[in-house]
């Protein structure tokens, strides 16, 4: 089993939609969660940050956290063609990071 | 949060040679992170380095083939040694840092081809 597993898609949804992006973990110790947002050829980016079981909300993305399911979710609302890129699903434990292989998000104009 | 910066951006290699790549910080950092990314794969930790000790390496990876160095706390290199067209890959140098725990910067990364 992988230690991060995410839906490497692609997802493909229209301009303005809202993209549903979703992860799995199998550390339950884990502390902190994360996404990154990685556009062709460039290095990772962060996104949001999640610490605590529920939802945390920065503009248009959402993040949700469910410890007990070791399951996290991404939700970019009013989806852009600039949002089109390979998000990449990561968790925290001691000193340690560790990513899911990546969900390639496709917006159609 | 930091800036780093990683030389060289990108690279084309003879098998059997070695490369080293540079990740420069602009802030003094306890830890530094090397990752590879192999084409259309995600991101895998090779090795974390602490200034000052030597370097912890994940499994599968060893120090023979990923030497690093980390002589201040502001500089890291990795070495990529022995090449082959298996160690064709991105690698990124990260730091953390930023509004909380366990949260990463990484550099543009360095792509390396091995003929």
């Known amino acids: 089993q992988k230690e991060v597993e995410q839906n490497s898609g692609p997802l493909s949804v229209p301009e303005g939609a809202i993209a549903s992006l979703n992860c799995t973990y199998s550390d339950r110790g884990s502390q902190s969660f994360f996404w990154y947002r990685q556009y062709s050829g460039k290095s990772p980016e962060l996104i949001m940050s999640?610490?605590?079981?529920g939802d945390k909300e920065d503009g248009r993305f959402t993040a949700q956290l469910n410890k007990a399911s070791q399951y996290v979710s991404l939700l970019i609302r009013d989806s852009q063609p600039s949002d089109s890129a390979t998000y990449l699903c990561?968790?925290?434990?001691?000193?340690?990071?560790?990513f899911g292989t990546g969900t390639k998000l496709q917006v159609i104009p | 949060s930091a800036v780093i910066s990683q030389k060289p951006s990108r690279d084309i290699c003879q098998r059997g040679t070695s490369l080293t790549i540079q990740c420069q910080v602009d802030s003094q950092v306890t830890m530094m992170f090397w990752y590879r990314q192999q084409p259309g794969q995600s991101l895998t930790l090779i090795a974390t380095?602490?200034?000052?000790?030597?370097?912890?390496?994940e499994s599968g990876f060893v120090i023979d083939k990923f030497p690093i160095s980390r002589p201040n706390l502001t500089f890291s290199t990795l070495t990529v040694s022995n090449m082959s067209p298996e160690d064709s890959s991105i690698y990124l140098c990260?730091?953390?840092?930023?509004?909380?725990?366990?949260?990463?910067?990484f550099g543009a990364g360095s792509r390396l081809t091995v003929l």
């Open positions: 380095a602490n200034q000052g000790s030597e370097a912890t390496y």
């Open positions: 990260s730091v953390e840092g930023g509004t909380g725990a366990n949260v990463l910067t």
């Open positions: 990561a968790v925290g434990g001691y000193q340690k990071v560790t």
């Open positions: 999640i610490y605590s079981n």
